[in-house]
């Protein structure tokens, strides 16, 4: 049978696109087709009167016409909007092709039903402003700051070897005196504690719930209470271990993992010895607010561990046995009957990182930041996680996305997370987008989109097949900027979205419009002379930073260690391309000094536009606090660069080659913060951004 280029489009599969320098690139029919296929038919077509969901802008017209095949048809019958939240009914006749709803309709999701004489039909009707949040100091134009944590990264002389929430606790009360307006954290997406290994923040299980290697141990009163708990914990063995875990330079999550989940395991018998004398109100709410989202991700956590227990091959769902492939088969539900003290140790878990990260934010909100927490929010979860295995429907498992060859992936990316089908979401009425943006709203004042132009378009890629082998496919991107809109609103939640690598002109303006901040990395920005930008020529509706997880340290970057690296694992398709991007960078490094010598930034002789060529510690804040000055309302660094550190905490393009995720910072947090350059660097940085 023969595909049509009509077929293609009601699939929202792109033809073509743009890619960095402008040069107009076609999908492939070959690909096209493989991609229309992962599908599997589900594709958006309505017949009926009404669409699944509409949304109007606040104060604007409200009227739904109907989806007629006879355009001269009208329809006779009444229609009636069930309020959100609320009891109160609107009801009305129809009199036209369509429905007009009245002027002053709340903001939120309301239901609304057509009643026909032989058939009722049904629309979400969602009412969204048409901005998202920002603070007051924002609107007044004023200049924050704040860093970056990779939170793992961590050291303290308390934690098992891996940054918790108590290090981010002690993190966040040094840094705030400094007078700083927010801490970025990495994702914090629940990953997969039976496979310790899977230890990329961007891979999740499910981006609904929490990472539970987070948990600081040491501060739950069931683990202090449990003499069993603190004789193990104290025994010369566990203290040798600790010891051990915490004075390495690279996390070991095979042997933290492992050894924090049984002191989790110590703390909980206590717990349920606790709730079985005095029922814990605060566990049950949390139960009951967690709906099935809990019980799927506790279930999957608890099934995930007992079937590695027989195997070592369980690597998610997709490696289990057949009838365990899915949460809702009778299996799975005899094991939950067979197994419910495991699956409430899981969901106690979620329940304790709940508590400990709202905790973190209360201190934010203590210490008067001005945003205080941010989350970043992946931009898909691993193929073989609960958030896949519980709606398998919603996802199409035979494509996986990533990115087009450009610059910085000559090679293209192929992330191997799993995409949402744009067709189902909208049948579902948008709730899983919903669901998602609300669970990670949650105990923060900002939230960071990755790779945000996924609202627009995503570069899907048949599984299994090169990155450059893909094609973009189309999503909803107005009805998913005014949800975001809604829930920034209802959550005071600031918007920041990171629109790196090729940026389709037509999301630009509409991210400006919807009062979401873009994403600045100062190595990126050159003028229309090929000049590295003036720091006052920054959009203000902006974050500015000099480096992110996927880009070398300040360090790395001066000296070229990221092409060292990278040639060394085989990231770059050909030495013509890598000898292309490092005399990019040499061009880079020219115009940045001369950008700096014109501002008078104090410059060791030695320093120069060379790879290889070495730089100090002085330098690296120098360069930070020139940046500092950028005219964006928001500026934020890293403590690797204040460390002057070199290695990255990830290199893209690879996976077992490079030890991503696990690389730890140089000093622990007390150090850190003693540092007489470092305190220096923080209250010159402070002063620029406020005068104070």
Sequence with gaps: MTITAKQFERAGIIPYFFDERGVKKYACKKIKTTLLKTFNGNIQTNTTPLPTVKIFYQNQPYFLPFNLVDKKRSLTGTWQLQLED?????????????????????????????NMVHSTFNCTIIIAPKRCYQPQPLLEHKKLWGTFLQLYTLKSEHNWGIGDFGDLKVFIQKFAGYQADFIGLNPIHSLFPANPNSASPYSPSSRLWLNIAYININQLIEFQENDEAQAWFNSDEVQKQLCELRNQDWLNYEKIIPLKLKGLRFAFAKFQQNITACPHQGFLEFIKKGGESLQVQATFDALHHYLSNQRNDQWGWDFWAKEYQDYHSIAVQQFRAEHKADIDFYIWLQFIADQQLAECD?????????????????????????????????????ASIGAPPDVLGPQGQNWGLTPMNPHILKQQSYRPFIDLVRANMKHCGALRLDHIMSLLRLWWIPKGDSAANGAYIRYPVDDLIAILALESQRHQCLIIGEDLGTVPKEIVSKLKNAGILSYKIFYFEFDEQGQSRDLKNYPYQAMTTLSTHDLPTINGYWRGYDFELGEKFGVYPNAEILAILKQDRINAKSK????????????DPEINQQLNSAINTKFIHNLQTYVANVSSGLFGFQPEDWLGMTEPVNIPGTSTQYANWRRRLTMNIEEIFSDPDIQHLLKKVNFIRKGQ
């Design 86 to 114: 609320s009891k109160k009914v609107i009801a009305g006749k129809i009199k036209t092709r369509g429905i007009t709803l009245p002027k002053d309709l709340p903001l939120g999701y309301h239901h609304l039903q057509l």
């Design 362 to 398: 209360a201190i934010c909100r203590e210490q008067n930041m001005t945003i205080g927490l941010y989350r970043d929010l992946a931009v898909g979860v691993s193929a073989n996680g609960a958030e896949t295995w519980n709606d398998k429907q919603l996802y199409c498992l035979k």
């Design 592 to 603: 940045i000094l001369q950008r700096l010598a014109q501002h008078q930034v104090k410059l």
